[in-house]
């Protein structure tokens, strides 16, 4: 289908590099490298690489009919299964299935009674919902910055926003919303203070936001059983899709019974109403309290049934595609010189189920990282002004290719309503502050970006990712 527009052959493109080598190094300002890149990016390929690839397939098609032909159509035992399902590979006693991950994370603060009377903490690295749920309570949302190595809130940076908040506000109730980014466990070992001992001295209500972790593994505990209460996103981008779609992980039959209410306008049916609904009767539900439409319809439930019987697969191929991703990048001097493979923990990696394969810009010592964003002056180096713009080009140059590179997350104090509430609720004293309180935020945002990771990936598909990058790690590792 695809034609090689431009066929630059190896050994013409071989003969290219030996020259523009020793030319750059003769006449620097003649052989400029941007030149030569815009040489090779004129090379297509017949292999097209997209971000992502959804595994919703004929399964999903056949499950999905079923159920319309059903007429069940909302709530019905695909919904129970999928829950079932859901819970047992968690490790947790229930999974409350509804339409998305931003109303999972809605039904909870409201389940926990998060109100004006609040204060609740977010990352400043996240997907915007996280801070839209927040605000939508009433609540004094704080962002709190993030390490650039696990892109996950800094504990360190959390606990002295609560002392902050402590000062201010003796008496309010806090509520912290760890997001667990892109398989991370937030708050777990690689901070000294970790979420769970925090958040018990400082009398914390923690709300896990794993919309973007489902499926990870940490020290053998899985995603959805890492934070006490839980919600997760099925949204199309993520590991495992029902369209839209979401849960919430509690071991609190109490828990589970006020969310299914929640979720469907705070409606409870005993179980002669429940008897009766299912035989046609005509017993109205009762309204202990008002609630929302939250519900996940019987397809989406269909889906996800089908989804969780290929989840060994997902994560299989998800962690061989990052691990061949890791070595090969690791193992070339001119690629390691210019990125970062993603974090891995001593002896855990196996079990880290990526949902997005994120590479940083080599624009400080792997180990130098981790702290580097507790100080400015990093920022305002060249090598960082360097790589921001090198990251900038790569997924350019990538893009005409057609590799679509992604920058994986947003940065919300790039966003100018947030900016303004923290100016107005006095935690930043103006909107030129907001680099200077969120510089893990920024390093992420400026160094990452993340290469293309979905389980239908082929090995061609792999390779022609890497020697995009290889080709753009030549041209310009020693610029
Ligand atoms: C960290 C985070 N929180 C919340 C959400 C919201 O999930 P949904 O799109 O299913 O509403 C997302 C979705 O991308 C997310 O990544």
Redesign the pocket.
């Known amino acids: 289908m695809f034609r090689i527009a431009d066929p630059i052959s190896i050994r013409s493109r071989s003969l290219v590099i030996v020259i523009m080598r020793f030319g750059s190094a003769v006449f620097p300002q003649l052989w400029r490298r941007a030149e030569c890149s815009r040489l090779f990016s004129t090379r297509i390929s017949a292999i097209e690489v997209p971000y992502t690839q959804s595994t919703v397939g004929a399964e999903e098609i056949d499950a999905v009919s079923q159920v319309i032909a059903s007429d069940r159509l909302i709530m019905g035992p695909k919904v129970t299964e999928f829950e079932s399902m859901l819970a047992r590979f968690c490790g947790r006693k229930f999974a409350v299935a509804v339409s ?4 999972a ?1 809605q039904a909870v603060l409201h389940l926990r009674g998060v109100s004006s009377e609040w204060t609740v903490f977010v990352p400043a690295y ?2 915007v ?2 801070y839209n749920v927040a605000v939508a309570t009433g609540a004094r949302v704080i962002l709190v910055d993030v390490r650039p190595d696990s892109y996950c809130m800094s504990m360190r940076a959390l606990e002295r926003a609560i002392e902050d908040e402590r000062k201010l506000f003796p008496n309010r109730r806090l509520c912290v919303m760890p ?1 667990h ?1 892109f398989g991370y466990r937030c708050g777990a070992e690689v901070d000294e203070i970790t979420l769970d001992a925090l958040s018990k001295q400082h009398n914390v209500t923690v709300i896990g ?1 794993a ?2 972790a489902f499926a990870s593994v940490e020290n053998g505990v899985t995603c959805g059983n890492w934070t006490p209460i839980e ?1 997760t ?3 199309p ?2 590991l495992l899709t029902t369209g ?3 849960a919430v992980f509690t071991d609190s039959e109490e828990e589970m019974l006020r969310l299914k209410r929640l979720r469907d306008h705070g409606a409870f049916r005993d179980a002669e109403q429940r008897k009766q609904t299912t035989q046609g009767g005509t017993l109205v539900p009762q309204f202990p309290e008002a609630g929302f439409n939250y519900r996940m319809t019987e397809m989406q439930g269909a889906i996800g049934v089908e989804q969780m019987k290929k989840i060994d697969w997902i994560t299989s191929r998800r962690k061989s595609i990052a691990r061949r991703y890791d070595e090969e990048i690791q193992a070339s001097k001119e690629l390691s010189s210019l990125l970062q493979v993603p974090l891995a923990r001593t002896g855990l990696l196996d079990d880290r189920v990526l949902t997005a394969y994120p590479v940083k810009m080599n624009f400080a010592s792997p180990a130098s990282v981790v702290e580097s964003f507790l100080s400015q002056d990093i920022q305002s180096t060249e090598r960082y002004a360097r790589m921001k713009r090198l990251r900038h080009e790569i997924i350019h140059h990538c893009a005409q290719v057609r590799v679509a590179l992604r920058p994986p ?1 947003i940065c919300l104090p790039d966003i100018a309503f947030i900016v303004r509430d923290q100016v107005r609720l006095g935690i930043l004293a103006s909107e030129d502050q907001v680099d200077l309180r969120f510089p893990g935020a920024r390093v992420c945002l400026d160094m990452t970006f993340a290469l293309p990771s979905f389980p239908q990936l082929s090995a061609d598909q792999q390779s022609r990712v890497l020697e995009v990058l290889h080709e753009f790690a030549a041209a310009h590792v020693t610029e």
């Open positions: 998305s991950g931003t109303s994370l996240t997907w919902a996280t997001v980014m936001d919309c973007c919600c996103s099925f949204h981008r993520k839209e779609g979401g997350m």
